[in-house]
């Protein structure tokens, strides 16, 4: 009913840039928060970055100076410019975004989850 769709990621050498985009698209009436979300192999799925439809913004402590989350409302997109990478931020990156959506003659909120794009640093 509700795809997230992410794209950007790919292999960058340390201390290169990658942007992250994701659009949301399918029975979205109206989106609220929007988010960046990491999981590396055998770990939990961790906060990267939150947005708010106004521009409040939440960061993880260790991409705080380094990452940027923005959105285009219009777009139904959310994006996530990563400056300075290192090693560290190797993983799969997960685009999140809870959307108002159509549930028979209402409108509900659910959470849902792009299928993630890797991001790799390395050599």
């Known amino acids: 009913q509700v795809q997230l769709v992410e794209s950007g990621g790919g292999l960058v050498q340390p201390g290169g840039s990658l942007r992250l985009s994701c659009v949301a698209s399918?029975?979205?009436?109206?989106?609220?928060?929007m988010g960046w979300y990491l999981q590396a192999p055998g770990k939990q799925r961790e906060l990267v970055a939150t947005?708010?439809?106004?521009?409040?913004?939440n960061y993880a402590d260790s991409v705080k100076g380094r990452f940027t989350i923005s959105r285009d409302n219009a777009k139904n997109t959310v994006n996530l410019q990563m400056n300075s990478l290192k090693p560290v931020d190797t993983a799969v990156y997960y685009c999140y975004a809870r959307v108002g959506s159509w549930h028979l003659a209402n409108i509900r909120e659910y959470d849902y989850w792009g299928q993630g794009t890797q991001v790799t640093v390395a050599s």
């Open positions: 947005i708010t439809p106004s521009g409040s913004t």
């Open positions: 399918g029975s979205i009436f109206s989106i609220n928060a």
